[in-house]
């Protein structure tokens, strides 16, 4: 998945020497020294020049950490650079489906065809399965027509039902049980149109307006200037071949992207599955916000927080040591004992930038961290190192426990 690089992310796992405790000054100082590290160490392999940080535990007093340049102008990464976020852009889509169904504008139950009548071979597909990656629809971003007009011309405008078509009827393999199609969100967000009478962009503006996320922006096209001039290079450095190419490849679909500075990037081939631009501090207040019931009620978060297993795509309680790996209504859920237990994450990758969150309710911690490339799949440590580093600098640092207060 060339921006949903969802199983990476499971991959957090403790690779540093603990920090010993120390008070806030002396964690921000490891902080620093871990992504200042990460960066020296990873700029030539990853193509990356810049790491933006924020770390928080309470939503008090949070830590907002930079290092490196945005590539270009050798203008620092600081609290006003941006990131393509990415396939982060969906819990976002999630949660504004979520939102009008507490409306009673629609239910997650109900189904394409009651909204979408015009793809009758997805009429029983429902909602639910769009959102939580169950349903039988290939994924478009990997067909072959589709990378190949993006990679001859960045400003390429797909409109949504482009992307829906290059997966509609292309006669592509049928997935079954959880995968992990882009198809979904572009689907859900033609069902928000259809639900709203609005576009996708101003039905999410419309949600997101209270809670003033002043660096976090839409667009299903290209972004404006006062927008791109704050992203760095973003360099596509990855040469796998997409799913749909007849195996074995040789040459990715792709290869016109490849080593090229792709920040400016029309992004209507993403839209409501990818399109969203912000920075580390926006979306920590998103996850926030939206864990903490400020963006939909307690029972439509109950439904956006019940899981399926990404292994079998059927529903679970929860993640565990056997079945550690779980999926919700556009949240990634994941197990892992070196990292507090259960966690909630998602990384969105564009073509040229990666963002994650990871959130511990038991420990009311929020970890996002940004930096800009997308390098081979091998080569991507980012999740590892920076967000389980810094989740063990702050555990070292003393967490408590709050585990009976958060949704699982």
């Known amino acids: 998945m060339r921006w949903a690089l969802f199983s990476s992310a499971l991959a957090l796992v403790g690779c540093l020497t603990l920090p010993a405790r120390g008070d806030e000054p002396g964690t921000s100082r490891q902080l620093q020294t871990l992504i200042d590290t990460y960066l020296e160490a990873r700029h030539d392999i990853e193509k990356i020049s810049g790491i933006a940080l924020h770390v928080d535990v309470g939503g008090r007093h949070p830590i907002d950490l930079f290092t490196g340049t945005d590539g270009r102008d050798g203008k620092p990464i600081d609290g006003r650079t941006l990131f393509q976020i990415g396939s982060n852009t969906k819990h976002f889509t999630s949660a504004l489906v979520l939102k009008l ?59 949504q039902s482009d992307l829906v078509a290059a997966a509609y009827d292309q006669n ?45 922006f839409y667009r299903d096209g290209p972004y404006p200037p006062r927008v791109l001039k704050r992203l760095p290079v973003g360099i596509y450095a990855n040469t796998d071949c997409t799913i749909y190419q007849p195996q074995p490849c040789g040459t990715t679909a792709w290869a016109g992207l490849v080593g090229k500075d792709v920040s400016h990037q029309n992004l209507s081939w993403a839209g409501p599955a990818g399109g969203m631009i912000s920075n580390t501090t926006d979306l920590a ?15 439509q978060l109950e439904e956006m927080t019940s899981i399926v297993s990404t292994k079998t795509g059927l529903p679970i309680p929860d993640v565990s040591a056997d079945d550690p790996a779980g999926f919700g209504l556009d949240l990634g859920r994941a197990y892992r004992a070196s990292l507090g237990g259960t966690y909630w994450f998602y990384q969105g990758t564009t073509f040229g930038f990666r963002a994650i969150f990871a959130y511990w309710p038991q420990y009311d911690l929020v970890i996002t961290a940004m930096t800009n490339s997308q390098p081979q799949d091998a080569d991507d440590q980012f999740a590892a190192t920076v967000v389980g580093g810094a989740f063990q600098a702050m555990q070292a640092a003393g967490l408590s426990d709050h585990r009976n207060t958060s949704p699982h």
């Open 101 to 159: 169904e507490a409306d009673g504008l629609l239910n997650i139950e109900q189904t394409v065809g009651d909204w979408l009548p015009q793809y009758p071979a997805w009429a029983k597909v429902t909602i639910r399965s769009l959102l939580n990656m169950t349903s039988d629809i290939p994924t478009y971003s990997e067909t072959v027509p589709i990378a190949e007009t993006m990679s001859a011309d960045l400003d390429h405008q797909f409109s």
């Open 172 to 216: 592509l393999p049928i997935p079954s049980g959880y995968f992990y199609s882009n198809t979904n969100n572009v689907l859900a967000g033609l069902i928000i149109e259809a639900a709203t009478h609005m576009t996708f962009g101003d039905a999410l503006d419309a949600m997101l307006r209270p809670l003033h996320l002043k660096q976090t």
């Open 285 to 299: 207040h998103w996850v926030r916000a939206l864990f903490n019931g400020k963006v939909i009620p307690r029972e």
